[in-house]
């Protein structure tokens, strides 16, 4: 069981944080957040349903974690492990995550890999995101994993593709030149950009790409 409490700032005043294991009984409040979360056009049939969410639970509870606020379920993030020793694997989000069904989870795993995250618009400046995040290096260190991994989206390359090759647009973004709303807050967060992988997942805004990032346990 995973639980931690702190307190952030949020419009002049300080707001009571929990993050947690999420749990049956959150399954619809977790499926409005992703509505609100990944409007279109991302795939609708993308966002979770129960059946994943129960596996999610079921499968590796320790990986599937939310963050209250005042009582309400302001976002979640979830995982599972692989074994994997390979510097830059290539892969699908389907294939990785067993197409958000973690059933390729592996006990014995070395690597924490993030299969979604999400946070409530409106609860956004809050820098739940990273609180989220922070969670799971935590959980890295507690299983005393080698790393975190996963793919990032990068939609603000819809913005630039005419000029932009998804490699160019990825330099820039990593050097600061750019932003993206999802590249640019996982550097932030302290992830660390090895490959960009294409056809990683359906999605228009990011022409299919995505941004392989690792955080590697300082203590391993």
Known sequence: ????????????????????????????????IQKESFPPPFPSEL?????????????????????????????????LLVDDDREYPQHTWEEITSNGYITNHDKNGNTLYVV???IRPS??????????????????????????????RMPGFSKHSHDLTPEEYADKVISGELYDPVISFLLRCGRNPLILIPNYIEDEESSNYALLMEWRNPFR
């Open 116 to 118: 979604d995250i999400c």
């Open 47 to 79: 966002l979770w349903n129960e059946k994943q969410l129960l596996n999610h639970i079921t499968l590796f509870p320790d990986g599937a974690l939310c963050v209250e606020i005042d009582g309400v379920i302001a976002g979640s993030i979830t995982s």
């Open 123 to 152: 609860y956004r400046k809050l820098n739940l995101g990273k609180l989220l995040m922070q969670s799971l290096y935590e959980t890295v260190i507690h299983l005393n994993l080698q790393r975190l991994l996963g793919g990032g």
């Open 1 to 32: 069981m995973y639980i931690k409490e702190q307190y952030l700032y949020m419009k002049n005043q300080n707001v009571n944080a929990v993050v947690r294991n999420y749990e049956k009984n959150d399954f619809a409040e977790l499926q409005s």
